[in-house]
């Protein structure tokens, strides 16, 4: 057995552990606010220090890119200049070749073809002008021959004659050749010549171009015409103009030249990188119109220029990441200033926690009797402030629209209730019952009325059946009846006023007693029509104003007593039956009229 002072020692650790649970438990409790009071601490302490911070990162990003902008726009406004005067230079040169006479005389030269195509034995009168043939041929070679030499980017040379079905080739593996079209190696041109082109030269996209020995090259073509029917292609090396131009001009950047058919002329780099590109910048007519231009696209700074001369787009485009390395500094400054900041605001917060959550542990410790005496328990369940307040106002608001739901479910009570009390005598004014109207959603205008009760004669009948469901749907369907009839456009209410009996409650307007006797006579005939017989009318006297609709009501009342005289399915006036009980002329007219209606 153990000691008592272990046993002892046992109960004091319990009782401290509980006590340690019981005050973790509080903390925890007062920890979620104190999150969202530290929270709403540093977002009021941080958010002017991280816009600000944000909008000076911004502008120097801003900045950065402007500046990165200007030097690429510069770049490429320099390689397009160069690419201009290259190509004016080749123009220049090549309507040198195409106005010099020895090359019009060779172009133009009668019967071409036929020298072009002479072999063998030449006969003796060919001679001399044959002699003239090779010589003009000899110096326009000797022209064109010293325009390819007048550039060191154009490759190859081709001069195309259309009637003479010839090809000439200058450059490549041998300074000149000649080819009859149909075996000549490179034909990617032969398509374009057709086009025209107001610059007075066609240029295709780069392209692979055959050489004589079957290896490809890659070269920029332009189409230059001598005349309606022939051509000179002259083809630009791309590896030199890359070597001599583009890679000077910018050697560290990705360049891209299009034509203005999307065409690829030229690219720096992989086949990727340019399909993206260009798929990029196909729709954007900014790129194949504007002189400078510059956009950023997914993370790329896109910067282009067009030039009208020769229907090209330079395009530069460098990734943002590689831009913005620079940049690397100024944001660890902003995340450390920030850290700071968040630090400093923690603890600040923290110190001032608990005067801030005084005054709200005085609104918990309200809450929580309230509910402790509510509820009956002596040790309420623990939450977090925020959910208890809204458990609360839930609470409250469930309450007032539980109350709000049942006074809806009500209405149609109350709204027969009060159509009812309308028929007994009472104090109230116009302006009540129009508030009252209002308030139960009845349209109903104030003003001259005139009360009709209908009886359900046959109701004794109904109930020998013993039945209750089939005289309340009895009942039922003769208030839909009555709500469906014509009323000449006036308003009605419709009560249950006992058992047997229902009362119409219709607005006169400016309708005569004559005017009313024919409308309860129709919904008399509407009722005979969907009901049968066992139905009786009673009008009551008309009332300038609600205040003596009471009257009219038990008017009508009493005219239904004066069954016995005129029989059921009729419709009895008031003011019919007010006579003499010793038969004096008043019931003389009742009987008439009644015997009228029934005919």
């Known amino acids: ?33 104190f999150v969202k009071l530290l929270t709403y601490s540093l977002l009021i302490a941080i958010i002017p220090n991280m816009v600000t911070s944000i909008l000076a990162y911004v502008n120097v990003t801003k ?19 160069a690419m201009e005067i290259l190509v004016q230079q080749i123009q220049e040169n090549n309507k040198q070749v195409i106005y010099n006479t020895s090359f019009r005389n060779f172009e133009n030269f009668p019967n071409g073809y036929y020298y072009e195509n002479l072999s063998g034995n030449l006969k003796t009168e060919d001679l001399p002008t044959n002699y003239w043939y090779l ?56 398509d374009s010549l057709d086009r025209f082109d107001e610059r007075g030269v066609v240029f295709l996209d780069t392209r692979p171009a055959v050489q004589a020995n079957q290896s490809l090259k890659n070269v920029i073509t332009l189409i230059i015409r001598s005349s309606v029917s022939n051509a000179f ?44 590109l260009l798929e990029l910048i196909k729709d954007d007519t900014r790129v194949f119109q504007d002189t400078n231009n510059t956009v950023i696209q997914k993370n790329m700074l896109i910067t282009s220029t067009f030039s009208p001369e020769l229907g090209w787009s330079f395009v530069n485009y460098t990734s943002m990441d590689s831009l913005e390395q620079g940049l690397n500094y100024l944001k660890q400054q902003i995340l450390m200033s920030s850290l700071f900041l968040i630090f400093a605001t923690v603890l600040i917060a923290f110190l001032s926690s608990k005067k801030l959550y005084r005054p709200l542990q005085q609104v918990m410790d309200t809450m929580r009797i309230q509910k402790q005496k509510a509820d009956g328990s002596s040790k309420p369940e623990l939450k977090d402030e925020f959910q208890d307040i809204a ?12 109350i709000i739901d049942r006074l809806q479910e009500s209405l149609p009570y109350y709204r027969e209730k009060f159509i009812v009390s309308l028929l007994k005598p009472s104090t109230r004014t116009e302006e009540e019952i129009n508030a009252k109207l209002d308030y139960l959603g009845i349209e109903f205008e104030l003003g001259p009325v005139i009360c009709f009760v209908v009886s359900m004669d046959n109701y004794t009948i109904l109930l020998e059946a013993e039945d209750p469901k089939i005289i309340d749907l009895y009942r039922i369907k003769v208030i839909h009846l009555l709500q469906q009839c014509s009323y000449d456009g006036e308003q009605v209410l419709i009560t249950e006023v006992e058992d047997d009996k229902l009362a119409i409650v219709m607005t006169m307007g400016s309708l005569s007693l ?7 006579e129709g919904v008399m005939q509407q009722l005979q029509e969907s009901m049968g017989d066992g139905f009786t009318i009673g009008i009551g006297s008309p009332c300038s104003d609600m205040s003596t609709l ?42 008439v009229r009644s015997v009228c209606r029934q005919h």
Not at 64 to 80: G, I, P
Not at 244 to 269: A, C, T, Y
Not at 391 to 401: A, G, S
Request: glycine share 6%; charged share 25%; no cysteine.
């Open 233 to 276: 292609i002259i083809n630009l090396d791309v590896d030199k103009l890359e070597d001599k131009i583009v890679s000077k001009l910018s050697d560290q950047d990705n360049l891209l030249i299009v034509s203005r058919e999307r065409g690829l002329i030229f690219k720096s780099h992989g086949e990727k990188t340019t399909d993206e």
């Open 550 to 591: 009471p009257g009219s009501y038990h008017g009508a009342l009493e005219s239904l007593q004066f069954r016995f005289l005129y029989g059921g399915n009729q419709v009895i006036f008031i003011g019919d039956v007010f006579f003499d009980f010793q038969w004096g002329p008043g019931l003389v007219q009742t009987v």
């Open 391 to 402: 458990d609360f106002v839930r609470l409250t608001v469930y309450e007032k629209e539980r």
């Open 1 to 33: 057995m153990l000691p008592i002072r272990y046993i002892t020692r046992e109960i004091e650790w319990k009782v401290l552990v509980i006590k340690m649970n019981t005050y973790v438990s509080k903390l925890f409790h007062r920890r979620k606010f």
């Open 514 to 520: 004559d005017n009313v006797f024919l409308i309860a």
């Open 63 to 81: 900045v950065f890119r402007q500046e990165a902008s200007t030097k690429n726009q510069v770049l490429l406004n320099q390689m397009k200049s």
């Open 135 to 190: 010589r003009n041929k000899d110096e326009a070679v000797n022209s064109i021959n010293l325009f390819k030499l007048s550039s060191s980017y154009v490759d190859t040379v081709y001069y195309y004659d259309r009637d003479k079905s010839i090809v000439l080739t200058f450059g490549g593996e041998t300074l000149l050749k000649q080819y009859d079209y149909g075996s000549f190696y490179d034909k990617d041109w032969f």
